[in-house]
């Protein structure tokens, strides 16, 4: 049986500012809707489900984010995930300059949980504390040309 990843589904405090975030570094917004109802009670688990949803793809179309900010019931807040918890971790994006993503990333007051690591001059790569607190990694590949 073929399987295919259809999406990572993030819940977020603020939607739009995570869709700033991540969309100046690069990726696209497909799709923005809000859902209710009883198929997303039944699909998502919760009674009376109601939440402000938005897909977002990489340029080449391989990967996608669902954000989602709950209108109903109210979301629960947790604290920030760390590298070494159990569960979801990170979110990890390829870019051609780490430098310039850093940049971006700190303009939306998103910054380096350490620095910038350099994996045996194969990869700089970074671990940024994203929106809502999501860790975000970022990897550039030093062997592309």
Do not use: K
């Not at 399987?3 to 497909?30: K, M, Q």
């Not at 979301?75 to 310039?100: C, K, Q, W, Y």
């Not at 700089?124 to 590949?141: H, T």
């Amino acid at each position: 049986m073929p399987i295919a990843l259809e999406n990572v589904g993030i819940a977020v405090r603020d939607i739009d500012a995570t869709i700033a975030f991540f969309t100046e570094l690069g990726l696209e917004v497909v799709g923005r809707d809000t859902v209710s109802g009883d198929w997303a009670d039944t699909a998502v688990g919760l009674d009376g489900n109601h939440a402000r949803i938005a897909m977002l793809q990489t340029p080449d179309g391989h990967g996608r984010l669902e954000l989602f900010e709950y209108i109903h019931p109210d979301a629960i807040e947790t604290e920030p995930t760390l590298p070494n918890e159990i569960g979801m971790h990170r979110v990890a994006f390829s870019v051609d300059d780490i430098d310039a993503s850093l940049e971006i990333a700190a303009r939306h007051g998103c910054h380096p949980l350490r620095g910038v690591a350099n994996y045996q001059d194969i990869y700089r790569l970074a671990y940024v504390r994203g929106p809502s607190g999501i860790i975000v990694m970022l990897a550039q590949d030093l062997t592309r040309g």
